[in-house]
């Protein structure tokens, strides 16, 4: 993932996801057109943004540096170890 001005992009959707998530066949997949999947992309970033990405940012930045032995030394409610464990997939020793 390249930065581009300081951002770095957090995901895609191909055709192939959605055919996956909605066990399409190929023939009903080949319908999706490209304005179609640009709409389900900003529909998804629009979801994620307004729903997970502000809560789980600070989490996942939090675990990552953890991780990497570096203290952010961040002013917001921690949830314990072993919440982000738990909801990130972590094991004790800071692995995902």
């Known amino acids: 993932m390249d930065c581009e001005d300081g951002f770095f992009q957090v995901t895609s959707v191909h055709r192939d996801d959605i055919k996956e998530a909605l066990r399409l066949t190929d023939i009903q997949a ?37 991780i990497e032995g570096i203290d952010l030394g961040g002013k917001r409610n921690n949830p314990d170890t072993a919440d982000r ?9 800071g692995k995902m």
């Open 85 to 93: 464990r738990k909801r990130f997939g972590g094991n004790s020793n």
């Open 30 to 66: 080949a319908k999706i057109t490209d304005d179609m999947m640009q709409q389900i992309a900003r529909k998804m970033a629009d979801d994620y943004c307004e729903q997970l990405f502000w809560d789980h940012l600070p989490l996942i930045a939090e675990h990552v540096a953890e």
